[in-house]
């Protein structure tokens, strides 16, 4: 059965939407992407491998979280996006410098990111970050440069090490944390700063069935 939960985002307006069992079969969704022919490619800034979902996953993925922001009073409705199975593959000390700290998706608060999580709680979760320089949780258009500009300083002065950001460092500060639970989604602007919540002794698992395997979304 399907439950839903939300969680604010402090020092915003935001908050998470998290909705449990989201969606009935998950497994076979899994298997569509072992037997459906299409080859998983890398990503510039994701750190591993992602394919596309079938059709009607995308189509599912809205109307529902569309069901649930109306329930929720949230007055955005979604109409369109992309959706990708996507699996974390590289180990952490190859990590670039900005896949070792927190991202956003997109700049704007409209949008939104689903992680639908197909994989064992033991893989983590998602975090959402404050960068303390400024304070910012979401990089907006408005804000975008101030970030970048403060980011650029900082990482230039205090280097990075590669490695998965798993929560409090000298320039973020980890503000909520979401579990994993497998068939679960969780959904939030795309602006704000977030990032898996991946060990630092991580080991890839390139079994759909065993590994940090989930469907990532981008819905507008």
Request: hydrophobic content about 35%; some cysteine.
């Amino acid at each position: 059965m399907t439950s839903i939960s939300t969680l604010p985002v402090p020092g915003t307006q935001f908050q998470v939407v998290i909705i449990d069992n989201f969606m009935p079969g998950p497994r076979k969704l899994v298997d569509y992407a072992l037997t459906n022919g299409k080859a998983p490619h890398d990503e510039a800034l994701y750190p591993g491998l992602r394919m596309p979902t079938p059709p009607g996953y995308l189509r599912y993925a809205l109307a529902s979280i569309n069901l649930v922001f109306k329930k929720l009073k949230i007055a955005d409705t979604l109409c369109d996006g992309e959706a990708f199975f996507a699996m974390v593959t590289r180990p952490p000390a190859t990590l670039t410098t900005m896949q070792s700290i927190p991202h956003f998706d997109r700049p704007y608060t409209h949008e939104y990111a689903v992680v639908h999580y197909l994989c064992s709680p033991v893989y983590g979760g998602t975090s959402i970050y404050r960068y303390n320089p400024t304070g910012q949780i979401a990089i907006t258009e408005a804000s975008l440069n101030r970030y970048q500009q403060s980011l650029d300083a900082e990482l230039a002065r205090h280097p990075v090490p590669p490695g998965y950001i798993n929560g409090d460092t000298e320039l973020f500060t980890r503000i909520v944390q979401i579990p994993c639970e497998f068939n679960r989604a969780v959904i939030y602007p795309c602006a704000l700063l977030h990032s898996g919540d991946i060990c630092a002794d991580f080991k890839p698992d390139l079994n759909p069935y065993t590994g940090r395997f989930t469907v990532t979304s981008f819905l507008r």
